[in-house]
C-alpha cells in the first residue's frame, strides 16, 4: 500500500515555457503532499506543503508565483513552474503518507527538469 | 527550515566492514525518519523513531535516537553490496514537515 506515482518522469523545456508535474496518490487519500528539490549528488529540500483544498505553505526563500502548487483533491497536488530558465532545472520529488504517525513518507519517482 | 547536519558526506567501506552515519539537528527533533535512495532513485522509508533514547534494529541496520532528541545514528553491520546508496535521515518538524539531512554516500567495495 501507500503508493504514490509522480508525472512525467523526464521532461524537457524551453526557456520561458511552463511544465506542470503531477503527484498522485493511488491506494489512499492524502490532505497533505509535500514537494521537493534535489540538486545532484545533494539532499532534498523542501520547497512546499500542499494542502488539500487551501493554499500551499511555501518555505523561506521559495518564490510562490514561481512554484505554483494546487491541491484540487484528496489524491492529486500539481506542482508547475512557470516561466522556467536553465536554473530551475532539477529533479523535483512528491511525497504523502496516509498516516504521518505511523507511517514514513512514500516518494514519487521524481520528475527530471531540464530547462533549455 | 531546521538545519539538519550529517557525517560523513562519504564513506567507502570494504564489504564486511561496518558503516555510521550520524545526525545532528541545530533544534529538538518531534521525530526522526531515515530514508535510503539508491543512484537515479528516489528515498525509501526505513525506520521511524519517536522516543528520546529509541534504539531500533531491522535485520543488519541499527538505528538510535538521541536523549536530547537532537541526534541519531544509523549503523550497518558487515556491509554487503546491496547496502549502496545515500542515506538520509529526516527530522520532524511542526505540521508534519520533515526536513532532510545532507545525506551520507555510502560505497561498498566488492
Known amino acids: 500500500g501507500a503508493v504514490v506515482s509522480q508525472h512525467p518522469s523526464r521532461v524537457i523545456c524551453k526557456s520561458g515555457t511552463s511544465v506542470k508535474i503531477e503527484c498522485r496518490s493511488l491506494?489512499?487519500?492524502?490532505?497533505?503532499m509535500f514537494w521537493y528539490r534535489q540538486f545532484p549528488k545533494q539532499s532534498l529540500m523542501l520547497m512546499a506543503t500542499?494542502?488539500?483544498?487551501?493554499?500551499?505553505?511555501?518555505e523561506q526563500g521559495v518564490e510562490k508565483d514561481k512554484f505554483l502548487i494546487n491541491h484540487a483533491s484528496l489524491t492529486l497536488s500539481t506542482l508547475t513552474v512557470t516561466s522556467a530558465h536553465p536554473e530551475d532545472s532539477s529533479f523535483y520529488i512528491c511525497?504523502?503518507?496516509?498516516?504521518?504517525?505511523?507511517?514514513?513518507?512514500?516518494f514519487g519517482s521524481g520528475t527530471r527538469l531540464t530547462v533549455v | 527550515g531546521q538545519q539538519v547536519m550529517q557525517i560523513p558526506q562519504y564513506q567507502h567501506v570494504q564489504e564486511g566492514e561496518d558503516f555510521t552515519t550520524y545526525c545532528n539537528s541545530s533544534?529538538?527533533?518531534?521525530?526522526i525518519q531515515w530514508y535510503k535512495q539508491r543512484p537515479g532513485g528516489h528515498p525509501v522509508f526505513l525506520i521511524q523513531?519517536?522516543?528520546?533514547?529509541e534504539v531500533k534494529k531491522q535485520k543488519r541496520l541499527t538505528f538510535q535516537f538521541g536523549e536530547a532528541k537532537k541526534n541519531s545514528s544509523l549503523h550497518i553491520t558487515a556491509t554487503q553490496t546491496t547496502d549502496v546508496g545515500t542515506y538520509f535521515c529526516?527530522?520532524?518538524?511542526?505540521?508534519?514537515?520533515?526536513?532532510f539531512g545532507t545525506g551520507t554516500s555510502l560505497t561498498v567495495i566488492p
Open positions: 511525497s504523502a503518507t496516509p498516516d504521518p504517525a505511523n507511517y514514513g513518507y512514500t
Open positions: 491506494d489512499f487519500q492524502a490532505t497533505t
Open positions: 500542499s494542502n488539500e483544498g487551501s493554499k500551499a505553505t511555501y
Open positions: 533544534t529538538t527533533l518531534s521525530n
Open positions: 523513531l519517536v522516543k528520546s533514547g
Open positions: 529526516a527530522g520532524g518538524g511542526t505540521g508534519n514537515q520533515f526536513y
